[in-house]
């Protein structure tokens, strides 16, 4: 079944620069990369997703890009601000299912 | 606005009861998932339900079976609670159709298994 791998589990940033976390998958046949936001005490939330045929998509400062032959897809984060810090998830679709990575923590510093 | 209501927020519980989580959707989705989430392990599937009576396991089982008698409300439920059942416990259904849109997840319902 599919495995999702995801890293780093913890990750701080300067406010203001990038910050990236990267996931790697195992099935061949997951063609949906959803990635998740989930503040302190909050449910998941969807914050852009990717499809296997395309390599890249762009919202706002959030940018996501899909490696297919290699099974990677990361997610980058531009110009980081306080309110990015949460805990982000990764995941793939398996059989109609989604299957999450374990999460990264991210801390934007002051 | 897709709607997914979890009874109870938070729900202490002794060794050895039956536990029942409630899932409610307004959405009239064939597909309801039921997740646990623990510090360090992400979101693991317990077991989801393709439609009324139907029930598949999901990777982590063991320990619980569920219910969906009603199209908008799939119940998890815990026969003997144990100690290691202690976790947040997040209900989902698609958000969108054809499998783009990823889930909308309850609020969550935090269990302390004491």
Known sequence: ?110 | DVKVTQSSRYLVKRTGEKVFLECVQDMDHENMFWYRQDPGLGLRLIYFSYDVKMKEKGDIPEGYSVSREKKERFSLILESASTNQTSMYLCAIPSGTGGIGGYTFGSGTRLTVV
């Open chain 1, 1 to 110: 079944g599919e495995n999702v791998e995801q890293h780093p589990s913890t990750l701080s940033v300067q406010e203001g620069d990038s910050a990236v976390i990267k996931c790697t998958y195992s099935d061949s046949a997951s063609n949906y990369f959803p990635w998740y936001k989930q503040e302190l005490g909050k449910r998941p939330q969807l914050i852009i997703d990717i499809r296997s045929n395309v390599g890249e998509k762009k919202d706002q400062r959030i940018a996501v890009t899909l490696n297919k032959t290699a099974k990677h897809f990361s997610l980058h984060i531009t110009e980081t601000q306080p309110e990015d810090s949460a805990v982000y998830f990764c995941a793939a679709d398996r059989d109609d299912k989604i299957i999450f990575g374990k999460g990264t923590r991210l801390h934007i510093l002051p």
